[in-house]
């Protein structure tokens, strides 16, 4: 299994570009999320999904964009990328919406915008 | 709301020394507590959960709920437990909105 995978791994991107943030799974989780991490902020929830189909706010939604048509991917879209959302954006999934399950991240995407 | 207090963002012990990262909580339900940890240029992995009592590179985290807490301790301190960790409670709902706390950097120094 290749676990939680997210591309690209690096990506500058200028003030008012759109791109998406790629993240797939190949261990059939129910649950996908998007993380993204700031010093001295830690992590914070932007969207998830519970399954295909499904998606909702976490706690930063605004300036992301979410969709889950499969079980295996759940890309985020930066729809105008702004000098706020540079960031390190983690992708993470596990089996179902229990809260004692372990949550599996990606390696992470280091987006800069200038 | 959920909330999650990691107090130190930098914590700095000698090889050896004792460790105890700090946790405390906000939850008004029976709390289902991780520890994350994150070695440099690594992924961030789950370290150990309240729910299992396991021990994980002697590690340990009790849950205190008469302090809202779940410290992260471990006696002896080794070079490789330099880190970065994360407490996170579940969010309401049974866990959908997992948070996190602000994190606490590990540097132990020989």
């Known amino acids: 299994n290749a676990g939680v995978t997210q591309t690209p791994k690096f990506q500058v991107l200028k003030t008012g570009q759109s791109m998406t943030l790629q993240c797939a799974q190949d261990?059939?989780?129910?649950?996908m999320s998007w993380y993204r991490q700031d010093p001295g902020m830690g992590l914070r929830l932007i969207h998830y999904s519970v399954g295909a189909g499904i998606t909702d706010q976490g706690e930063v939604p605004n300036g992301y964009n979410v969709s889950r048509s499969t079980t295996e991917d759940f890309p985020l879209r930066l729809l105008s990328a702004a000098p706020s959302q540079t960031s390190v954006y983690f992708c993470?999934?596990?089996?179902?919406?229990?809260?004692?399950?372990?949550?599996?991240f990606g390696p992470g995407t280091r987006l800069t915008v200038l | 709301a959920q909330r999650v207090t990691q107090p130190e963002k930098l914590l700095s012990v000698f090889k050896g020394a004792p460790v105890e990262l700090k946790c405390n909580y906000s939850y008004s339900g029976s709390p289902e507590l991780f520890w994350y940890v994150q070695y440099s240029r690594q992924r961030l992995q789950l370290l150990l959960r309240?729910?299992s009592r396991e021990s994980i590179k002697g590690f340990t985290a009790d849950l205190n709920k008469g302090e809202t807490s779940f410290h992260l301790k471990k006696p002896f301190a080794q070079e490789e437990d330099s880190a970065m960790y994360y407490c996170a409670p579940p969010g309401p709902g049974g866990g959908n909105k997992l948070t996190f706390g602000t994190g606490t950097q590990l540097k132990v120094e020989l």
């Open positions: 261990m059939n989780h129910e649950y």
């Open positions: 993470a999934s596990r089996v179902g919406q229990g809260g004692t399950d372990t949550q599996y």
């Open positions: 309240h729910i």
